[in-house]
C-alpha cells in the first residue's frame, strides 16, 4: 500500500486559515496549472509579497537539468522551482515572500499542494516564509515553512 506522506510533513510545521488575499493567490495558482503539459499533476505555483507578484509557474516535462537527478522517469520542473528560477531571473528578492501552490490531481480534484522535499528546502533557503497550499484533505492552509 502506497502512503502518502505529505499528512505527516505537513503536520510538522505550524499552520492557519489563509486569508482573503492568499486565498485569491490560491486560486491564481490553480488557474496557473492548467497550463501545465504534465498529465499525471498538474502544479501551479505563485510567489507574492503582500499584493505584488513576484513570479508564477507551473510544472513541465522534460524539466531543467537541475532536477534531472531527482526524476527517475519523466523529469519534470516542479512548480515551485519554475517560479523561483524565474523570480531569479528577474532579479526579484524573495527573501520573505511567501508561495501559494496548487495541484489538480489526474481524477480532477485538487489534491494536497504541500512542496515536495527537493522543492522544499530550496524554498526555505531562499528566504520564502510561508506556503500557501491545499493539504490532504483538500483544506486550504498557509504553513510557515521559514526557520525564524
Ligand atoms: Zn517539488
Not at 505527516?8 to 490560491?26: D, G, I, V
Not at 490553480?30 to 509557474?57: E, I, Q
Not at 500557501?132 to 521559514?146: A, E, G, R, T
Request: charged share 20%; glycine share 6%.
Amino acid at each position: 500500500m502506497r502512503i502518502y506522506t505529505n499528512l505527516s510533513r505537513l503536520s510538522k510545521y505550524k499552520s492557519e486559515t489563509p486569508n482573503e488575499r492568499e486565498m485569491s493567490m490560491l486560486s491564481v495558482a490553480g488557474a496557473l496549472a492548467l497550463s501545465s503539459n504534465c498529465t499525471p499533476h498538474k502544479v501551479g505555483a505563485v510567489v507574492f509579497k503582500r499584493n505584488r507578484v513576484l513570479a508564477r509557474g507551473y510544472n513541465r516535462l522534460g524539466g531543467h537539468p537541475f532536477q534531472h537527478r531527482w526524476n527517475q522517469k519523466g523529469a519534470t520542473l516542479h512548480a515551485e522551482m519554475h517560479a523561483l528560477l524565474l523570480a531569479h531571473k528577474d532579479r526579484e528578492d524573495v527573501e520573505g515572500a511567501d508561495i501559494a501552490v496548487s495541484r489538480w490531481a489526474k481524477s480532477g480534484t485538487d489534491g494536497c499542494s504541500f512542496p515536495c522535499n527537493h522543492c522544499l528546502p530550496a524554498l526555505q533557503y531562499s528566504g520564502i516564509r510561508n506556503v500557501i497550499c491545499f493539504s490532504d484533505n483538500h483544506v486550504p492552509v498557509k504553513v510557515k515553512i521559514s526557520c525564524d
